[in-house]
Every structure is written in structure tokens, then in C-alpha cells.
């Protein structure tokens, strides 16, 4: 594990943080032209994600205090005796969430590893003391928000890329958006 110092002359009250898997390069291009394809075609309207902010959340834990983010990162380290295993993540559909208005890219068999991973980065923030969203884990790829959509494509073939690295970010917002900024990273091992 590696933690990114930001800067020590910026006094914050709490920072915005959740783990999370960044796709390859290749699979970041495909989803990225997947949600200009969205708007191109006037199939959805909203706001798109920007391709450098495409992600796979793990855990969401919200604002967080800064002190405590080497705690954080100390217990998180504690999953080095789970071994989490590299594994490929395959999206086959694009769907929408009407009720918070979502357009997410999504999976039909979600990888044994994948959720042994956000189990294992669970078990361990609740045995620390940590606070974090609990519910039903559903993977998912936002790809826009405040969305209104009347039909959503189907994918001609699936996207698949190779997770070997779980993050964890803070977010910022700017005048132009979101800004997500890794400020921790762990390995994930190969099969």
C-alpha cells in the first residue's frame, strides 16, 4: 500500500472518500464512447461521467476526518491475509435507475473475487470503527447523472477489463465537477 500525502497547508474539516477499482485503459475508452453514444443519439440526456472519473465503487464511507485517514489505511492494510486475487470484470448491459436517475453500465455474473474483496474491506472498516454506507452491494458504473432516458442501447459485444489494483479516493468538487484523487492503492494479486 501506498498513501499519497496531499498538501499540509490546506486545513480541511472532513474529506469525501470511497474505495474503489479504476478500469484499464482500454475498457475506460470503451465506457467513456459508450456514454458519449448516450448523447449522440439522443437516448439519454443528463450529465455524463467523465472518462477519468469512470469507476467501480467497493465502499462508499462519505466525509471522513482527515486525521483519521491513516487509521484508515493501516486497518485496510489488515486484508493483506485475504490475499484478494486480480480478476476480470465483464460488462454486458447498460441500464437505468429511474428513481435517483442514474445511467449505469452493469454485470450479469458479478466476479466471486469482487465481492470477496468488498466483503473483506467491510469486515475490516467495522471492526475499526469506521462508518460506511451498508447495503445490498450492486456493482455498477455510473455513466450519468440526472438522467432522463427513453431507450438505452444494447452493447454489441461485452467490455471487459482487468482489475489489479483497488484505490482508495478522495472526492473534490470544482467549478466544472467532481475530481476524484487516489490518495491510497493496494495490489491486487494473480491468479
Known amino acids: ?6 498538501n499540509p497547508d490546506i486545513k480541511q474539516e ?12 482500454m ?9 458519449e453514444q448516450l448523447q449522440a443519439e439522443s437516448l439519454c440526456r443528463g450529465r455524463r461521467t467523465q472518462a477519468e472519473n469512470i469507476h467501480l465503487t467497493l465502499v462508499f464511507l462519505g ?11 493501516l486497518a485496510v492494510d489488515g486484508i493483506k491475509s485475504f490475499y484478494p486475487r486480480a480478476f476480470d470484470m465483464i460488462i454486458e448491459e447498460v441500464r437505468y435507475w429511474k ?10 455474473n458479478v466476479p466471486r473475487e469482487l465481492t470477496d474483496l468488498v466483503n473483506a474491506i467491510q469486515n475490516v472498516l467495522f471492526a475499526a470503527g469506521f462508518s460506511f454506507e451498508r447495503r445490498a452491494y450492486e456493482p ?10 427513453h431507450t438505452l442501447p444494447k452493447l454489441e459485444k461485452p467490455i471487459a477489463w482487468r482489475a489489479q489494483e483497488w484505490v482508495l479516493v478522495k472526492s473534490e468538487q470544482t467549478s466544472s465537477g467532481s475530481v476524484y484523487i487516489p490518495i491510497g492503492r493496494w495490489p491486487l494479486g494473480n491468479l
Open 99 to 108: 428513481h435517483n436517475r442514474i445511467v449505469y453500465a452493469g454485470t450479469c
Open 63 to 73: 466525509e471522513v476526518d482527515p486525521s483519521k485517514l491513516e487509521a484508515l489505511c
Open 1 to 6: 500500500m501506498r498513501i499519497i500525502k496531499g
Open 27 to 35: 475498457a475506460q475508452k470503451q465506457l467513456a464512447a459508450l456514454t
Open 140 to 149: 455498477h458504473i455510473t455513466l450519468m447523472r440526472k438522467a432522463s432516458c
Open 14 to 25: 472532513t474529506v469525501r472518500i470511497f474505495f474503489a477499482i479504476w478500469p484499464d485503459v
